[in-house]
């Protein structure tokens, strides 16, 4: 009798990879819904008199339906969400580095399908007044406490489980699945545009996408505990300080202060991924209809098309990154964007662009963010050793999201609304980029190669 070995797929570091990714795909996929449909959740729960969006609402919410205060609202509740983000890192972070990776990828992924679904059932405020906005902001807070917690949690997963050589691919499916919920999203968004009246969008269609979260909040809460042969971790990082000698506490302290610092060169590091990203993938759908009179599928349109280039440049750029190294690759994306931003904002904003050039522009501009989000997740998980891995980069990610991702359209938005100049995102998402570069540039070329800390 012949013994058969198990398939590859059944592996350690793929179990992993599978597990770590099925969340963010779900997390994602829900703030990519968010922001294509800002300008409807804004005339539902941020409008005194939301009858006023609907006579507008042939544009299916654009921003000529609900104007600029109710959109800035809006987006001050999606920036509330990022504020808690790390809380969230803190929070699940040291749950993941004390008890394990898996439990704390459990809990966070279920607490993110909750409040994404309730979302979709929450009654307007033509329905109960001023609750509304009160009850959105509040499940907004929720999915940014377990969004917080997802990032660090499942990049130590992947990173740590990679094999050898293979830190930056394995770290890039974070980002890659981040992308793939964000398509999914604006893909779901423009079906509905497509396949619905803009009176049916508008009135009930814009529920069914965050209703779609329970299924598929449910597939990744299935993988993750169902995959639990695969992802025994032995001893939690966290426990090894139990019963360490009577000079622990100042080594301690120095920990501390050294993941402190590490935290802050980790959020210079990624603030022009946070910045760029959310600027060209979340919030254009809102500033194409708001600030160039773009209908809402044409905005959608180009948002997919934004989404799908940083899609297609994130698994090459992580793997590039394994043989070249972080630096070259991240600081490549970080100045394309210094560079071109201004010059895509203004083909954008050209009535006489063809379409090829605007759609080959958006493109454009997905891949460059993925030169920064590919090697990314790497690059951080090697900035921290094991025993606080989850907090360190989770904080780091969340403090740079919640500054310069959570505030981008609330920050795009209202100073569009109160200078008239259509380039702000522009200067913005550049801006952003050009600090990065300075903090980037201290990267050292070998840590592509070394073992984990």
């Known amino acids: 009798?012949?013994?058969?070995?198990?398939?590859?797929?059944?592996?350690?570091?793929?179990?992993?990879?599978?597990?770590?990714?099925?969340?963010?795909?779900?997390?994602?996929?829900?703030?990519?819904?968010?922001?294509?449909f800002a300008t409807v959740i804004a005339a539902h729960f941020f409008t005194p008199d939301p009858g006023a969006g609907t006579g507008a609402g042939t544009g299916a919410g654009t921003g000529a339906a609900t104007g600029a205060g109710p959109l800035v609202a809006a987006y001050a509740s999606f920036a509330v969400a990022f504020f808690?983000?790390?809380?969230?890192?803190?929070?699940?972070?040291?749950?993941?580095?004390?008890?394990g990776r898996r439990p704390t990828l459990i809990l966070v992924v279920g607490l993110m399908t909750l409040a994404t679904t309730l979302i979709g059932?929450?009654?307007t405020q033509a329905t109960v007044g001023a609750a509304a906005p009160w009850l959105l902001t509040l499940l907004r807070v929720l999915q940014g406490l377990?969004?917080?917690?997802?990032?660090?949690?499942?990049?130590?997963?992947?990173?740590?489980?990679?094999?050898?050589?293979?830190?930056?691919?394995?770290?890039?499916w974070q980002s890659f699945t981040v992308a793939l919920g964000l398509l999914c999203g604006a893909g779901v968004a423009a079906l509905l545009g497509s396949l619905l009246s803009p009176a049916a969008l508008y009135g009930w269609g814009w529920r069914l996408p965050f209703?779609?979260?329970?299924?598929?909040?449910?597939?990744?809460?299935?993988?993750?505990?169902?995959?639990?042969?695969?992802l025994e971790e032995g001893e939690a990082p966290g426990r090894a300080a139990q019963g360490a000698p009577p000079g622990a506490d100042a080594a301690t302290a120095v920990t501390a202060a050294v993941t402190v610092r590490a935290i802050v060169l980790g959020v210079g590091r990624i603030m022009g991924w946070a910045a760029a990203g959310y600027t060209f993938l979340v919030v254009?759908?809102?500033?194409?209809?708001?600030?160039?009179?773009?209908?809402?599928?044409?905005?959608?349109?180009?948002t997919a098309l934004a989404n799908f280039g940083f899609a297609a440049s994130m698994l090459p750029a992580g793997m590039l990154s394994d043989r070249v190294g972080r630096r070259p690759v991240m600081l490549g994306g970080a100045l394309a964007v210094v560079l071109f931003a201004l010059p895509l904002l203004h083909l954008l904003q050209d009535p006489d662009a063809s379409a090829p050039a605007r759609a080959a522009a958006v493109l454009g501009a997905g891949a460059a963010?993925?030169?920064?989000?590919?090697?990314?997740?790497?690059?951080?998980?090697?900035?921290?050793?094991?025993?606080?891995?989850?907090?360190?980069?989770?904080?780091?990610?969340?403090?740079?999201?919640?500054?310069f991702s959570g505030c981008a359209g609330l920050v795009i938005t209202a100073v569009t609304a109160a200078t008239g100049d259509a380039d702000v995102p522009a200067y913005y998402a550049a801006g952003a980029c050009a600090l990065s570069t300075l903090a980037l540039a201290g990267l050292r070329g070998d840590d592509h190669r070394g073992p984990l800390r």
């Open 1 to 36: 009798m012949t013994l058969r070995a198990a398939p590859p797929a059944l592996t350690r570091p793929r179990r992993a990879l599978l597990a770590g990714s099925a969340g963010n795909f779900v997390e994602w996929y829900e703030f990519g819904v968010y922001g294509c």
């Open 284 to 302: 254009l759908p809102s500033y194409l209809q708001s600030t160039l009179g773009a209908s809402f599928r044409e905005a959608l349109i180009a």
């Open 211 to 230: 209703l779609l979260a329970l299924p598929m909040g449910a597939a990744a809460l299935w993988l993750r505990t169902g995959l639990r042969t695969g």
């Open 84 to 99: 808690f983000r790390p809380v969230g890192a803190l929070l699940f972070g040291r749950l993941g580095d004390r008890v």
């Open 146 to 172: 377990s969004a917080g917690g997802e990032f660090g949690g499942a990049v130590a997963l992947m990173t740590e489980c990679a094999p050898p050589g293979r830190r930056g691919r394995y770290g890039a």
């Open 369 to 403: 963010i993925g030169l920064l989000a590919g090697p990314g997740p790497a690059m951080l998980a090697e900035m921290f050793p094991a025993r606080v891995r989850c907090t360190g980069l989770g904080v780091a990610y969340a403090l740079a999201n919640a500054v």
């Open 121 to 123: 059932l929450l009654p």
